[in-house]
């Protein structure tokens, strides 16, 4: 290993590299490293407890939800309650947020949204899966409780934004504002170790990544992109690659190493998108650009919509600057 330095360490350096990174800040960052130690260590022994496969209970968006979802969302909500930084929760798994109005919660500075457990569907078949976080700074007055003004900020207010990946290593990749990092776990000492500083996007991409089962009611600009991939070759003049997990954070995480594009249009079943503007897509929006790449929704940029409810979904295109761009003017060009 080349570079020794923690990511407890690497938090504390730049919180005095960045005076953007406060204090507060840099121990609710730590509270999640804790909490993703805990759901790492549960995923490894999947298989062996009773851990895979449903919980026999719906989410707040009628979707099924697993074991796993319902463990690493109490994880990680615990984690945040356990702490003095965090006023109010905002998780995928839950209808409400959760405000905490015990003890510092009034005083607290920080909301937090998150996806505990991303892409569910995979855990039962040993395929990577990940939790994203997205960190805000109230709007709402100190010393009382947290309202949804405060969870329905735009993407471009977050303060920190980041996701753990538990695949065939586990990973915490973060943005604070100033460039993305990313450690890797050493599960023998319980460390994550600073493996990735400054992560940037390659300006051209390969890889392109959508479930192409949904293609029939696809809009007709995401058709002719899909053509235009395949017939298409990128400078390097080997043929698109066409590569889809099924976990966004894991085919996130491969484009923004490789350079490539994540796309979720709409579709028959999810007409705005699947995927959620607070859970998903903002995090991931603030990461890729803070990497160089870009994010939209086919129309503007993803960090720029003001939401207007906590599940809120949209389309989402996500990776190198070239490739969403080529998006967007397919989807102007073949308006539906
Ligand atoms: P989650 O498990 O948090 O509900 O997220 C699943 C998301 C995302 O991770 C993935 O890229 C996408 O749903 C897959 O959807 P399809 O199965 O429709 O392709
Ligand atoms: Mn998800
Ligand atoms: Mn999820």
Partial sequence: MSDMRTLGEFIVEKQHECPSVSGELSSLLSSIRLAAKIVNREINKAGLVDIIGASGNENAQGEQQQKLDVYANEKFKAAMAARDQVCGVGSEEDDDVVIFSEKHGPNAKYVILIDPLDGSSNIDVNVSVGTIFSIYRRVSPLGQLATMEDFLQPGNKQVAAGYIIYGSSTMLVYTTGNGVHGFTYDPSIGVFFLSHENITILNKGSIYSINEGN???????????LKYCQENKPEDNRPYTSRYIGSLVADFHRNMLKGGIYLYPSTATYPSGKLR?????????FIMEQAGGKASDGKQRI???KPIALHQRVPFFVGTTDMVKKIEEFLERNSD
């Fill in 215 to 225: 293609y029939i009611t696809f809009p007709k600009g995401i058709k002719q992109y």
């Fill in 277 to 285: 503007l607070l859970y998903e897509c903002n995090p991931m929006s």
């Fill in 303 to 305: 960090l720029d919509i």
